[in-house]
Nanobody, 126 residues
């Protein structure tokens, strides 16, 4: 069954940190690109970070989060993570984990190339 499940969102003060987790099925993890996207109220969904699950060195970040967010993975657990530090109020959004299910990976990540999405986890920075 194709499934992505996010966890780890919450409310935090500016300057704080959160770590998001995404549990993915083995098929998606092995056969595509993984990404984190976010959508704030009234705004379009945007890519935050993306990675080729076979190449940790391929990590891509949006300019707005470079140096503050880190994407990583645990291949043994089929899990993807987004470590967020120095959070700002403008980081407030619903965060989604997504998988393309195919390769190659393109950067910046294009929403239309990601076929599988989690339900989202809310991050609120005040």
């Amino acid at each position: 069954q194709v499934q992505l499940v996010e966890s780890g969102g919450g409310s935090v003060q500016a300057g704080g940190s959160l770590r998001l987790s995404c549990a993915a099925s083995r098929y998606m993890y092995d056969n595509g690109c993984m990404g984190w996207f976010r959508q704030a109220p009234g705004k379009e969904r945007e890519g935050v970070a993306a990675i080729d699950s076979d190449d940790a060195g391929s990590a891509w970040y949006a300019d707005s989060v470079k140096g503050r967010f880190t994407v990583s993975e645990d291949n043994a657990k089929n899990e993807l993570y987004l470590q967020m530090t120095s959070l700002k109020p403008e980081d407030t959004a619903m965060y989604y984990c997504a998988a393309s299910g195919s390769k190659p990976c393109f950067y910046p990540p294009e929403i239309g190339r990601f076929n599988y999405w989690g339900q989202g986890t809310q991050v609120t920075v005040s």
